[in-house]
């Protein structure tokens, strides 16, 4: 062995110092903030991407209740007919949707009328006005 070392000496440039254990740890910390860092970016990729995918399909169910808002305000009624919560929950949604409908084209006073009169007329169910109000359905 030692015939072979002296035969084939070390270069000088792979000699190095060792590291310390101090050395280590801070290389394993600056890998681990570094990763940290590229995880975040990436779920915060992921979560914008899901957010604009999230809004394009609720335009898109909006502009499917804006071909024909008439026949969405009857199944409204006929919802709130069945006296029935699951579908005082459903009812509900619709007008949430109607609202927003009604906000994005500008024209929120024949919305607003509709409601006062959907309330005035079903003003003797509570549970339906609880609904109402916890979803700011408001006149």
Same mark, same amino acid.
């Given at each position: 062995m030692r015939r072979y070392r002296n035969a084939h000496p070390p270069k000088a440039s792979t000699t190095t110092t060792p590291r310390t254990a101090?050395?280590? =740890?801070? /290389?394993?910390? *600056? =890998?681990? /903030?570094?990763? *940290?860092?590229?995880?975040?970016e990436q779920r915060a990729r992921e979560r914008a991407r899901q957010e604009r995918s999230a809004a394009a399909a609720r335009q898109r169910h909006l502009d499917t209740l804006a071909v024909d808002q008439p026949a969405v305000w009857q199944?409204?009624?006929?919802?709130?007919?069945?006296?029935k919560p699951r579908d005082y929950d459903t009812a509900v949604q619709?007008?949430?949707?109607?609202r927003e409908l009604s906000e994005r084209d500008g024209n929120t006073t024949p919305f607003r009328q509709r409601l006062t009169e959907l309330r005035t007329t079903h003003a003797r169910k509570p549970s339906l006005l609880k609904r109402l109000d916890l979803a700011d359905l408001d006149a």
């Open positions: 101090g050395d280590l =740890l801070a /290389a394993a910390t *600056e =890998l681990r /903030a570094e990763r *940290e860092r590229r995880d975040a199944r409204v009624d006929k919802l709130i007919a069945t006296n619709l007008l949430v949707d109607l």
